[in-house]
């Protein structure tokens, strides 16, 4: 091969190793560049779910995330970042999004009467936490933590903060498959999965 074409390929197969590099390099981001990119669709964070009359949303929030949303509403101070990190680390968290699609508040989408309304804010606030469970892997998970969070009528959706237990598998990144066995609105079964390799992509967090 000609000298100066081997040196060409030479710096052919450089540039590609470098590349390849830092493809492989997880970015680097501040607290308010990390919550932007978990809350970014495209990142696959976020698992959605039509299903005729409801919208089911589900974010999965690393522990990074959730340290970042209580450092910046003035929750957490950064030098109790690590504490706090010891006190959450052994949790899983979500945050579950459910959207009446053709009506103005989602207890009452598509009821006839008031006990029904009532039926439903009860289920909610008391029963829906044993109807969720996680796989990840060969392990399902209960929820251990539950909070529905009311918006009196002011929006079409209800929202509700998951947490359930990290996996035995401690050193192997699994999908995560979310499960609502719903009682209440009529959808059955709801299954939505964040994916391993995205959670594997995700990047570092700066707290500088």
Same mark, same amino acid.
């Given at each position: 091969?000609?000298? !100066?074409?081997?040196?060409?390929? /030479?710096?052919?197969?450089?540039?590609? *190793?470098?590349? #390849?590099? =830092?493809?492989?390099?997880?970015?680097?981001?501040?607290?308010? +560049?990390?919550?932007?990119?978990?809350?970014?669709?495209? /990142?696959?964070?976020?698992?959605?779910?039509? $299903?005729?009359?409801?919208?089911?949303?589900?974010?999965?929030?690393?522990?990074?995330?959730?340290?970042?949303?209580?450092?910046?509403?003035?929750?957490? !101070? !950064?030098?109790?970042?690590?504490?706090? &990190?010891?006190?959450? *680390?052994?949790?899983?968290?979500?945050?579950? !999004?459910?959207?009446?699609?053709?009506?103005?508040?989602?207890?009452?989408?598509?009821?006839?009467? +008031?006990?029904?309304?009532?039926? &439903?804010?009860?289920?909610?606030?008391?029963?829906?936490?044993?109807?969720?469970?996680?796989?990840?892997?060969?392990?399902?998970?209960?929820? $251990? $933590?539950?909070?529905?969070? &009311?918006?009196?009528? $002011?929006?079409?959706?209800?929202?509700?903060?998951?947490?359930?237990? *990290?996996?035995?598998?401690?050193?192997?990144?699994?999908?995560?498959?979310? =499960?609502?066995?719903? @009682?209440?609105?009529?959808?059955?079964? =709801?299954?939505?999965? #964040?994916?391993? @390799?995205?959670? +594997?992509?995700?990047? /570092?967090?700066?707290? /500088?």
């Amino acid at each position: 091969m000609h000298i !100066k074409a081997l040196v060409h390929l /030479n710096k052919i197969v450089s540039l590609l *190793g470098m590349l #390849v590099l =830092v493809g492989c390099q997880r970015a680097s981001l501040s607290p308010a +560049e990390y919550m932007a990119w978990v809350e970014d669709k495209d /990142n696959g964070m976020i698992a959605n779910k039509d $299903l005729d009359d409801f919208e089911y949303s589900l974010l999965y929030k690393p522990l990074d995330y959730v340290l970042a949303k209580e450092e910046s509403s003035g929750i957490l !101070k !950064k030098e109790q970042i690590e504490q706090r &990190r010891n006190e959450l *680390g052994a949790m899983q968290y979500f945050t579950l !999004k459910i959207t009446a699609k053709n009506a103005k508040e989602l207890l009452r989408a598509g009821i006839t009467s +008031e006990d029904q309304y009532y039926q &439903r804010l009860e289920y909610f606030m008391s029963y829906m936490q044993n109807d969720t469970y996680l796989i990840e892997g060969k392990d399902t998970l209960p929820c $251990l $933590l539950f909070h529905f969070e &009311r918006n009196y009528g $002011l929006a079409p959706y209800n929202t509700f903060v998951l947490g359930y237990a *990290g996996s035995k598998e401690k050193q192997i990144t699994n999908d995560k498959v979310f =499960v609502y066995d719903d @009682k209440i609105l009529g959808t059955g079964k =709801v299954m939505m999965t #964040v994916q391993a @390799k995205d959670i +594997e992509k995700a990047p /570092n967090i700066i707290w /500088n």
